[in-house]
């Protein structure tokens, strides 16, 4: 496709459900990052994948956020048992290499979640 | 660890005004610096980046030069339009990692 698409673009969920949130990235790049941006805030890092390996969890918040990439393309990040603070935008980013710094991140335009 | 720290907003500017948003970071060894813009509606987009100190990054009218004794990448542009108006922020890539850590972005708000 042309850029980065991620659906739902909105997402209203009840306290305790679960919910999966997808990323379509742009066809043949090997990179993809999962952002939070909470209201007001800057996005904050989630995950990084390279092809279908996720080489970086570090920036989930917790063991209910769980981010997959089976194929080493589209991406899933399914949150269980969501709280109040899990509502925010969710950004999906790819990028053609392998996350050297010179590379130029795509960003979809996200997918807001709130948590009721 | 690795910070970027964004002058509040918003920032209310008349058309032609001078824009000035200044960044500050903080990271170990040398980061790559950047500004992403995100219009109203839309996803970020890089705006423009510089990789090593002193280089400036430069799009759109827009620049920012690379300031490694200041800690310092300040978004600069001559003339605003009410185009510009959008959300702005500044972010870095550290050495050997491939994340990038954000601001919290400046609100600029450009009237006629």
């Known amino acids: 496709g042309a850029g980065v698409s991620q659906s739902p673009r909105y997402k209203v969920a009840k306290r305790g459900q679960d919910v999966a949130l997808r990323c379509d990235p742009i066809?043949?790049?090997?990179?993809l990052f999962w952002y939070q941006q909470a209201l007001g805030q800057g996005p904050e890092f989630l995950t990084y994948f390279q092809n279908e390996a996720q080489l970086d969890k570090s920036g989930l918040p917790s063991d209910r956020f769980f981010a997959e990439r089976p194929e080493g393309s589209v991406s899933t990040l399914k949150i269980q048992r969501t709280q109040q603070e899990d509502s925010a935008v969710y950004l999906c980013?790819?990028?053609?290499?392998?996350?050297?710094?010179?590379?130029?991140?795509?960003f979809g335009s996200g997918t807001q979640l709130s948590v009721l | 660890g690795n910070s970027v720290t964004q002058m509040e907003g918003p920032v209310t500017l008349s058309e032609e005004a001078f824009l000035t948003i200044n960044c500050t970071y903080t990271?170990?060894?040398?980061?790559?610096l950047f500004w992403y813009v995100q219009y109203p509606g839309e996803g970020l987009q890089l705006l423009l980046k510089?990789?090593?100190?002193?280089d400036k990054g430069s799009n759109k009218g827009f620049e920012a030069t690379y300031r490694k004794e200041t800690t310092s990448f300040h978004l600069e542009k001559g003339s605003v339009q009410v185009s510009d108006s959008a959300v702005y922020f500044c972010?870095?890539?550290?050495?050997?990692?491939?994340?990038?850590?954000f601001g919290t972005g400046t609100r600029l708000l450009v009237s006629p």
């Open positions: 972010a870095l890539r550290g050495t050997g990692f491939q994340k990038l850590v």
């Open positions: 510089a990789t090593k100190a002193d």
């Open positions: 066809s043949g790049h090997v990179s």
């Open positions: 980013a790819s990028s053609s290499g392998q996350g050297s710094t010179n590379e130029k991140l795509f």
């Open positions: 990271a170990t060894g040398y980061p790559s």
